[in-house]
Every structure is written in C-alpha cells, then in structure tokens.
C-alpha cells in the first residue's frame, strides 16, 4: 500500500514539475540564431526560452519563391491540396515533440498588412517565411503593462504599424527587438512574449502552433 501511495505521489510530482516547466518564460532579450538544424539541436536551443531564428528550414520549397503569394488561391485544387500536404508534413517535424495538440495554418498577405499585437500562449509558435519580408516586433512579458491589452489578456488594442502612437502614450516605455524574417528563415516565439508584424512584400508565410498536455493546464 505504501508502494502504491509512494508511486502515486512521485506521478503527481512529477506532472507538476512538467507544468511549471511548460509555464517558464525567459525575458532575456537574445536572439539565437541556428542553420537548418536537426531536431535534437532544434530542441535544445528552444529549451532556453529565448526567441529563435532557423535558417534553411524550406530549402524543399524552394521553387515557391518564384510565385506570386496571391497566386496560392488559383492553384488547382489538386495542386493546392498537394502543396498544402507537402507543407504541413515538412514542418510537422518543428512541433512540439511532446504535442497532443497541433495546428497549421497558411497566410497570404498583402504588402504592408499588419496585426495587432498578440501574446503567444502555445507551448510552441513558430512563424516560417516562404515569400516575401516579414518585419516582426518582439516584446518580452515584462513588458505586458505597456501594452494596452483587451481583456483577454491575449491581444493590444493597438496596431503598431497604424495607429497613432500618442495616443498610446504607455508604448513609448517599452523595449522591443525587431527582426527581419526572409525567406527560408523560421522565428520561433516563446510562449508569454508579444508579437507583432508587418509585410514589406506581399507576403506567403506559415504559422505552426503545438500544445502539449501540461501546456493545456
């Protein structure tokens, strides 16, 4: 009986730790940078919580640079089908290796559109560029207070890129990183950070979320 209550209570323990492991967040401003790397070296610099840039990732989509974004909506339909299979088996490799949950998803986006800023709250985002220049703000969740954030907690009432920031006197205190996503490079975001992007180009990008089960919690 001992053995048993002594085995449950090592169980919980350790699913606690898991949760608290999947609930860390790093504020450090350093940006890693790795080429095309394999998964045990992809694994281990995210394991540092800092945002992360891969090149080299879509080398097999290569021949997609020669498209024209809007042109994915008039590809035929097997054609399309095909491309989207292709993609979202390429960077299944990229999910979370503990993933019960995940998802991709497919942006075409005209030059010069925006979001507003978001909070990453999956175990793992990650953004990989196919087409075009991506610019993208990154803010730490120290900086969360500065944001004019809805409810929610997940998204700014703000855009950025449009509106007027006076009228936002607060984001002025804050500090952010930018960085340049080209084609072939991959930005992961950690979970708790704040992002916000424009397209210089017409753009052609994908998002890939994964959720793990202590994440969930």
Same mark, same amino acid.
């Given at each position: 009986?001992?053995?048993?209550? =002594? ?25 890693? /940078? ?5 998964? +045990? +070296?992809? +694994?281990?610099?995210? !394991?540092?919580?800092?945002?992360? $840039? #891969?090149?080299?990732? #879509?080398? !097999?989509?290569?021949?997609? /640079?020669?498209?024209? @974004? ?34 991709? +998803? ?6 010069? #559109? #925006?979001?507003? $800023? ?7 985002? =990650? ?10 703000? =990154?803010?730490? @969740?120290? /900086? ?35 960085? =340049?996503?080209? @084609? ?5 975001? @950690? ?14 990008? $994908? ?11």
């Amino acid at each position: 009986m001992m053995t048993k209550t =002594l085995f449950f209570i090592f169980i919980i323990f350790i699913i606690v730790l898991q949760i608290v492991d999947a609930r860390k967040t790093n504020n450090k401003f350093d940006i890693l /940078q790795i080429d095309n790397p394999n998964k +045990e +070296e992809f +694994e281990k610099v995210l !394991n540092n919580r800092s945002p992360a $840039i #891969s090149t080299n990732v #879509s080398m !097999n989509f290569f021949d997609l /640079q020669k498209m024209i @974004p809007k042109n994915y909506y008039t590809l035929q339909k097997k054609d399309r089908e095909t491309l989207d299979k292709n993609l979202k088996e390429h960077f299944k490799y990229y999910i979370h290796p503990l993933s019960v949950k995940h998802n991709f +998803e497919i942006n075409v986006e005209e030059e010069k #559109s #925006s979001n507003k $800023i978001t909070k990453s709250t999956e175990a793992r985002l =990650l953004i990989c560029q196919l087409i075009g220049l991506k610019k993208i703000l =990154l803010f730490s @969740p120290q /900086q969360e207070k500065y944001l004019y954030l809805k409810r929610s907690g997940k998204n700014s009432k703000l855009n950025f890129f449009e509106d007027d920031l006076l009228q936002f006197p607060l984001i002025s205190k804050t500090k952010y990183v930018e960085i =340049l996503l080209y @084609p072939g490079q991959m930005l992961y975001i @950690p979970r708790g950070w704040f992002y916000t992007y424009i397209n210089e180009d017409e753009s052609l990008s $994908i998002k890939v979320t994964s959720e793990t089960l202590f994440s969930l919690f």
